[in-house]
């Protein structure tokens, strides 16, 4: 399986403020997803980012608040932008290495607006 | 789109005793679920999966089963220890059609001594 490196781990953010999320991969991949965790909640995916392309967004994300970049097959970033306290969540990226979908998941971003 | 419900909420075993939880899906043609476990502070880790043309799959103190006909599949923890204490996800993906997974709302065990 993959080895996910995501940073930060945590962070305590001001409101109106944007953080960025990084995420890599020790392996090349052609899709990486990106998916936020309410407190207490499942996991819901926010987008898939494809090199070269623009990312997917699932219904309720859009780019403007959630813009992602993935300039190569191993790394991608996720920003949350203009942050308020109802962002608080993790922030998780998973990757398919084997093409076989035993998806592979970061440790998270645990994010906390005040 | 496909929907998954995941029961119980919670479920508190002793150790040494048998969890069991439960998926129902709403998409027949899905065909491959997996179980994720997550421990408080990290990412999901898959812990055991099963496709669609197998009906049961085991791998230690761990099995999945699954029934297509009724449209659900269940997770099996025997002989239960305190490390099992942790929150459990199922998932669903239809692999022909889409490459994201749908989750389940997640099993809180706690295996108490």
């Known amino acids: 399986s993959a080895v996910i490196s995501q940073k930060p781990s945590r962070d305590i953010c001001q409101r109106g403020t944007s953080l960025t999320i990084q995420c890599q991969v020790d392996s090349q991949v052609t899709m990486m997803f990106w998916y936020r965790q309410q407190p207490g909640q499942s996991l819901t995916l926010i987008a898939t980012?494809?090199?070269?392309?623009?990312?997917?967004?699932e219904s309720g994300f859009v780019i403007d608040k959630f813009p992602i970049s993935r300039p190569n097959l191993t790394f991608s970033t996720l920003t949350v932008s203009n942050m308020s306290p109802e962002d608080s969540s993790i922030y998780l990226c998973?990757?398919?290495?084997?093409?076989?979908?035993?998806?592979?998941f970061g440790s998270g971003t645990r994010l906390t607006v005040v | 789109g496909e929907n998954v419900e995941q029961h119980p909420s919670t479920l508190s075993v002793q150790e040494g005793d048998s969890a069991v939880i439960k998926c129902t899906y709403s998409d027949s043609a899905s065909n491959y679920f997996p179980w994720y476990k997550q421990e408080l502070g990290k990412g999901p880790q898959l812990i055991i999966d099963?496709?669609?043309?197998?009906g049961e799959k085991k791998d230690q103190r761990i099995a999945v089963t699954l029934n297509k006909t009724a449209k659900h599949f269940s997770l099996h923890i025997t002989e239960t220890q305190p490390e099992d204490s942790a929150v459990y996800f199922c998932?669903?993906?239809?692999?022909?059609?889409?490459?994201?997974?749908?989750f389940g709302t997640g099993t809180r065990l706690q295996v108490t001594l």
């Open positions: 998932a669903v993906i239809n692999t022909g059609t889409a490459s994201k997974l749908t």
């Open positions: 980012a494809n090199q070269g392309s623009e990312a997917t967004y």
């Open positions: 998973s990757v398919d290495v084997t093409g076989l979908y035993g998806y592979t």
């Open positions: 099963i496709r669609s043309n197998v």
